[in-house]
């Protein structure tokens, strides 16, 4: 097995890359406000986590 395969975390649609990647950090969902839920159902955009991955720092 190739040690730097590493099984890979679903990612949510609002996320930009898969958690850990480099370059990336967890954020608050900006649909729903980290609550997980928008209008009154499963927030769509993080799955209920409340929680996306984006990309960080940059130019």
């Known amino acids: 097995m190739n ?3 590493q099984p890979q975390e679903p990612t949510n649609p609002g996320d930009v890359a898969p958690p850990g990647t480099p370059g990336t950090g967890e954020n608050i ?4 406000s980290g ?3 928008y209008e009154g159902e499963q927030c769509p955009l993080c799955n209920g986590t409340g929680k996306v991955i ?3 720092g940059g130019a």
């Open 3 to 5: 040690d730097q395969q």
């Open 29 to 32: 969902c900006p649909r729903c």
């Open 54 to 56: 984006e990309g960080i």
């Open 35 to 37: 609550s997980g839920v």
